[in-house]
């Protein structure tokens, strides 16, 4: 096999994850612009996701969110996504908009709230046993907004032991993906603040457990791709939540703020053994003014081209330049393989898996827009708090 | 007068506006946790603020949010608000909360949206010559959340039009205080994100033109204190909207992430004449997880801390040092001011005004809070959106 | 003349300045590493910067830096330069590294100090006459380390007084280009830290103060393309100086750490009409481990490659989308150009103007590099302090 | 014993370690500017670092740098420093300032050049055994600046082969403290930038290695209290290099740029039990523009009243308040020991050991100063480089 012929290969395997979340409705603390057409069930939301697997190719599953994805049956919902192309995903727990989790849902200092919160986190894996998914992603909106507003330390033991609690309970070959973040919605201290902490939790409690890197998730200036190279290095990267971000948690598309970062997290992915293992790409965005499954679209390309460059990048020839000391060849190289325009090759990739070479001229050609628009008309659109 | 007696007199006439929405629910993007007594009125509100002036001494005023606190009659709400010992203060539009400015207000693509906004703010206008209020407060969410989305440019044309209307409208006594922000609710470009955007305006627009300074819009790592100097000494610091935060636009407490920073704003404030001035000292905060009331009382003593210290500075001594060239001696007599505990002088003043030394213990002890909890039941409470 | 064909005639006209102080040695606090070849003299400087010219044929002009480049007869360094392809630049001035200067230049508390700076930024005006360029640019180290060290509006108003008397000195068709800087080496406040306090001192100061953009003197996240659009709107964007950045102002190769937002920088610039006008792009890089030649050669590089996609982007196309609010549309006809690979067009570009179509390529091959490192012998090689 | 007297007894105990480098010159990238007096040996800068343990009586141990203090004989280095007070701590190590570490130390892609490195690091620790020292403080400039240029992942197995080689050489009551730091010198990736990276290598080396956290080594937003915590919960914090910034590694006086943060530091320390332990208190600060010892005298207050603030804090009510989830009232406990001016305490504590009450002024008098002027005359200044 020729070596472009390998980078097309491994570009058809791509896989990324779509979030239900994001078809619902988004926003800031200031307001939340819905959107027609917007899914008001899970149903819904799988249908939306598997449009943009049938488009794109390479988003074959879809992570649901409980309890905004709560269903009765989910072995039938399961099935309803098989029937549509897709299949579910991670599980993600919500342990952040009870009036109880005000202070905190595992680290809160009061037991009966903690308990409330692992038993809502055993739910979680009781669904994943239900729904066939593999993955319970954990992301803690834990933390305090004042100095001395409670005992930093406790609320670690506190952290600790909950987990514990969680893993125990998760069957073979299902683990536990901890996700970090350098603050919100907590404004003083956050309890799983940096991939140090998640990664420290993850260590003690044993294989099953590992980190997952949120793009947005990290102070001003943190060079995310050493974060991948470490991790991946110390076997405790279980996945990403894509997006991006030019000032804090801004949730918008992957690589719309810097694709040259994502870039280099891809090469640094490849780099790892990381493209074609257990590590879990997925999206966690949020579509607040532009139309939803679109953004998705082109999300799932982004990912996909910056994939194309990091494979394409010239291994042989930058391990010469770095062994030799020469710093602009070895970026040089590297910027080759960046400044490349991957999306003619991209195009063959779609047409060779008989896609469509545009997947978001196909999709609006394909008048699933105007569809929904017209459908979805009353009932409850999905959202944050639904 | 005495040095100490001069301070004490200074302490007696500051002023502190508080926001009528801060006794109101709050929340982050995640949630917002109701709490019980929160008003469910313009007048409410105002009820509460009374007891933060009562306790205090030193917050005469109420700022006012249009639509959040629309009423029919103004002067009635006026008189109902002196008979409760304060008054109305600055008003503040919102032309972020409707559908239709989703992708703006007065910098918005569409003519028909700039002209519903810039009606919005005329009409706030009316309500000041109706209240008597002589600020008119500007924020503007305006913004673009991806590159490219719309012109940078044509936005500050827009923006410059809109105030220019605005500015015509305003009256003898009346002002526009024009506010900045960093980031917040747009993500990738702010139409008036630094001091000097706000600047560069208010110098076009005119005298009745200033720029307000929020205390949690800025850049990490940003001197506030500079910036106010330097507003002061072009004239154009038309006031403060305070609060504090460790990350973003956190809106805690004002002084409680850096209160050396709040005191050494409140020097600046002291040194360059702004204290005795036109200077609106307002607080904007957000007090999603503690009381609400206390968290306001707090915050204005903690105003009152800072500005006691900066009263303090042994400014010869200051100057003696800075001229010397002596950096130790002249960092050692701001910081003597800084370490001093200033809370036993204000408890003389407070004496002095007749008031309880303590206002948090007092307003523990005047019952207000079961007060509310009980007599607030039905309705719907005051927030974000109402 | 066809869109492309425009494009690349842009493109012929470019010109970039780059700095005399590039070619020679510079470092971190830390260390400076040396490196074989580095010239000694502003003649060998000039030697350096025409060999970037004469392989880019986009760096007709260099950049001096008083006293590093002071020699007796300034004519006949022109001279020189002009023999060799290249003409003498900007003149930059320094009132950062004499003893004196520990507290500050033109912002010194000591009058003689201050006294001693202007004469200094006098005799760079003198230079300016001698050599023929238009352009003074200062950058201020002054600013305090700790608060209370000395008074910050004292320290503007002393600026201003300072400013003045230079900006009188000025002649016909010379300007003065005011570089503003977040921090370092002052550590608590800067005297010109941003460009709203550049720009109030540059606005009352006439029409030959403008203000000019280091690419790395900006805080976490500042959107730099919007201060660009500003100050092009109002008429006072006076120049470049370009760099890139991960975290300070780290100095290095312009578009090695974020070329996407080099691409931006240039879209606003040549939307705004700063393509073709007196805007001067100029580099102030620091090539503290690579080969500097190379390096200087690449930056220009970069330049001309975000500018050529700048140039690409189809404005017609961008104007519907953003008058119909097509987010998505909207950015992604600017990504479009943004992913263009422009190299082969460049390529072409460089071969119409009679040059080699890969500027490295071609500089290796010549020999220079091996010459000077046998030729540069003995001698004290420039850095920082020569 | 009261409660006071406990406070008193503990601050008693105290020892805040000094650098030997801070009583040299030292500077930014722009300019050093050299201070009278200065020592110009390693003995010189024992004398001055007794000066400031025989004013304050808390500064009883002396940091050296090797090789900035290569000596003959350390055993008779040793013994002059007791003659004069003091003792010998910490030895730190320099693996940045020779020609061959441009491109790094044990992280160099070239073996040799590790091996250099290596053996620097194992003669350290002959100096430990020489000097009785138990602390051997590892810094790594190592890093790159620019992406491609060395391989992530590579550097790191070199890391981790060197520490291990380092590791082993350790005797008994010895032990290796691992210190990260953002960026700088680095400009693009650090070889160990973040505690997390430190920590994961310490773990995997065992007992004898643990990590520092130097105050300035953060992120913007960091909490560094948080890291405190965590790793005392690990049984991982080695010690501290105090300093403190605004803005990146300012190598302020700590305490001078945020005192509150330095008091949440202190109190984590104390309530995670790091205050009576092995737990390191180190002194890392440049000097640059102020006189070197009675800054040096400042910043072992700062930490003395910080630490002050930190013993008074209500412990009991903060838990009460904590549990009861009540917000304000527990921040209030932790400020109302923050607001409480400790310099009486500590004036009181300094008269019962026998000291002057006031530190600063006892040195101004005490003739140091002009004597130190006058007699080192001659020689070459101690600085970063010597």
């Known amino acids: 096999m020729t070596e472009l012929a390998a980078v097309k290969a491994a570009l058809k395997t791509q896989a990324v994850e779509t979030p239900s979340w994001?078809?619902?409705?988004?926003?800031?603390?200031?307001?939340?612009?819905?959107?027609?057409g917007v899914p008001r069930t899970p149903q819904e939301k799988l249908e939306?996701?598997?449009?943009?697997?049938?488009?794109?190719?390479?988003?074959?599953?879809?992570?649901?969110?409980i309890p905004w994805d709560k269903v009765e049956d989910y072995a039938a919902l399961a099935k309803f996504a098989e029937e549509r192309g897709v299949k579910l995903g991670a599980i993600n727990s919500n342990t952040f908009q009870d009036?109880?989790?005000?202070?905190?849902?595992?680290?809160?200092?009061?037991?009966?709230?903690?308990?409330?919160?692992?038993?809502?986190?055993?739910?979680?894996?009781?669904?994943?046993?239900?729904?066939?998914?593999?993955?319970?992603?954990?992301?803690?909106?834990?933390?305090?907004?004042?100095?001395?507003?409670?005992?930093?330390?406790?609320?670690?033991?506190r952290l600790a032991e909950g987990l514990s609690e969680v893993y125990d309970r998760l069957g073979d070959g299902q683990r536990m993906l901890l996700e970090y973040k350098f603050f919100e919605p907590a404004f003083y201290s956050t309890d799983v603040p940096d991939w140090g902490t998640a990664y420290a939790h993850c260590l003690k409690l044993g294989e099953k457990a590992q980190v997952v890197v949120d793009t947005g998730h990290h102070a001003p200036g943190t060079n995310i791709e050493f974060i991948v190279t470490t991790l991946l290095r110390e076997g405790k990267l279980g996945g990403f939540d894509f997006n991006s971000r030019f000032y804090a948690d801004d949730d918008l598309m992957v690589g719309a703020a810097d694709p040259f970062q994502l870039f280099r997290i891809m090469y640094e992915v490849v780099r790892g053994g990381g493209f074609s293992s257990?590590?879990?790409?997925?999206?966690?965005?949020?579509?607040?003014?532009?139309?939803?499954?679109?953004?998705?679209?082109?999300?799932?390309?982004?990912?996909?081209?910056?994939?194309?460059?990091?494979?394409?990048?010239?291994?042989?020839?930058?391990?010469v330049a770095q062994r030799e000391g020469d710093v602009l060849e070895a970026n040089a190289v590297l910027m080759d393989a960046y400044n490349t325009d991957v999306r003619p090759l991209l195009a063959e990739v779609r047409e060779e898996m008989g896609l469509d070479a545009n997947p978001i001229a196909a999709y609006k050609r394909s008048g699933w827009a105007e569809k929904i628009v017209a459908s979805r008309v009353g009932g409850e659109q999905a959202g944050w708090g639904a």
Chains 1, 2, 3, 4 share one sequence.
């Open 278 to 319: 257990e590590v879990a790409f997925m999206l966690d965005q949020c579509h607040n003014i532009e139309a939803k499954i679109p953004a998705i679209i082109r999300s799932v390309m982004n990912v996909q081209e910056a994939t194309a460059k990091a494979l394409l990048v010239d291994r042989d020839a930058l391990a």
């Open 99 to 157: 009036d109880d989790y005000k202070l905190g849902s595992i680290c809160h200092p009061d037991a009966s709230v903690r308990r409330k919160a692992l038993d809502h986190l055993l739910e979680c894996v009781d669904i994943m046993d239900a729904t066939g998914s593999t993955d319970l992603k954990l992301w803690f909106a834990d933390g305090t907004n004042y100095p001395g507003q409670d005992d930093l330390r406790a609320r670690q033991d």
């Open 22 to 36: 994001a078809y619902g409705n988004s926003g800031t603390r200031f307001k939340v612009f819905a959107q027609q």
């Open 48 to 65: 939306d996701a598997a449009q943009v697997h049938a488009f794109t190719g390479v988003a074959p599953t879809v992570a649901l969110h």
